[in-house]
């Protein structure tokens, strides 16, 4: 695409229908994003996204994620390469703010973009580490992980509420039953002391939203989940970078660092209990 050099720049709210436009963005950015994003995204919060048009050219998109009234996450933050450094990046920050007021908000990034968030008053909390590999048939599916599907959903939300203090029903409703996805969990003592999801993406699959209470509850969703995705396939999992025994794990499986990203907040409260977070994801397009 060729701008002009006077451009004329207005952003909007995305509609359903337009959410193919707006992950156009993430796939010229190099964004390894989910294949049911555009569906899934807008089921968590249909009035997140909003997109920057220059005429009719997508110059810039930018989501902002309500979990609730008081917790948000902004993502997609990308900006059309001959934009970079222009005041568009700002424009669109600003709009996702306005419209996550009075909330906690998080967001990721490289730590090239460390210092604009940060004058914008996000303030560092951890780093992640993004880890690669390929799908191995390990032990296959041990007797104690199960299909979250088949027991009570409350024992997926009180598993959650040991990382999150706050509600993610609705989040964990839409994100856990994607298209192509899989759900398992680690069940002991009727509870669930580990789970974990893979998800189809453009380029790999991703495990994410592994959540566990011991290492070896985490070995077990971890295998169980790489011995369904088909064989040989790359996956990407991010790991909080103070977790060394789940990157021991991980590596003990051959996968190998190839990216790493932080996370921040504003105000700077984190909202979560990292130590038990095996993979995140949710809404780390960014």
């Not at 963005?25 to 968590?44: C, E, I, R, W």
């Not at 959540?211 to 040989?232: F, N, R, Y």
């Not at 991010?238 to 025994?245: F, G, L, R, V, Y």
Request: hydrophobic share 40%.
């Amino acid at each position: 695409m060729e701008l002009k050099k006077q451009i004329n720049v207005v952003v909007r709210p995305c509609a359903l229908e337009e959410m193919g436009i707006f992950f156009q963005m993430a796939d010229l950015a190099g964004k390894n994003f989910g294949l049911t994003d555009p569906s899934v995204y807008h089921q968590l919060d249909p009035n997140g996204f909003f997109i920057a048009l220059d005429e009719n050219n997508l110059v810039g998109t930018v989501s902002a994620i309500k979990y609730n009234d008081e917790y948000g996450f902004i993502g997609s933050h990308l900006i059309h390469p001959e934009l970079q450094g222009s005041q568009l990046a700002q424009s669109l920050l600003e709009v996702a703010m306005n419209r996550l007021q009075n909330c906690t908000v998080a967001l990721n990034c490289y730590e090239s973009q460390l210092s604009f968030y940060q004058a914008n008053d996000f303030k560092p909390s951890h780093s992640i580490f993004v880890y690669s590999g390929k799908a191995q048939s390990i032990l296959g599916m041990p007797d104690s992980v199960v299909s979250p599907f088949l027991h009570p959903v409350e024992l997926v939300y009180n598993l959650d509420r040991t990382v999150y203090n706050f509600n993610r029903k609705h989040f964990l409703y839409v994100w856990l039953n994607q298209t192509g996805s899989m759900l398992l969990a680690n069940l002991e003592d009727g509870h669930y002391t580990a789970m974990g999801i893979y998800r189809p993406c453009k380029n790999s699959y991703e495990i994410s939203e592994m959540i566990s209470l011991s290492i070896e509850a985490a070995e077990k969703v971890l295998d169980a989940l790489l011995w369904h995705i088909p064989q040989g396939m790359m996956v990407n999992i991010a790991i909080p970078a103070s977790n060394t025994d789940y990157i021991n794990l991980i590596e003990a499986r051959g996968f190998e660092k190839t990216g790493e990203y932080i996370r921040m907040y504003k105000p700077a409260i984190s909202v979560i209990n990292e130590k038990n977070v095996v993979a995140t994801g949710s809404f780390d397009v960014f």
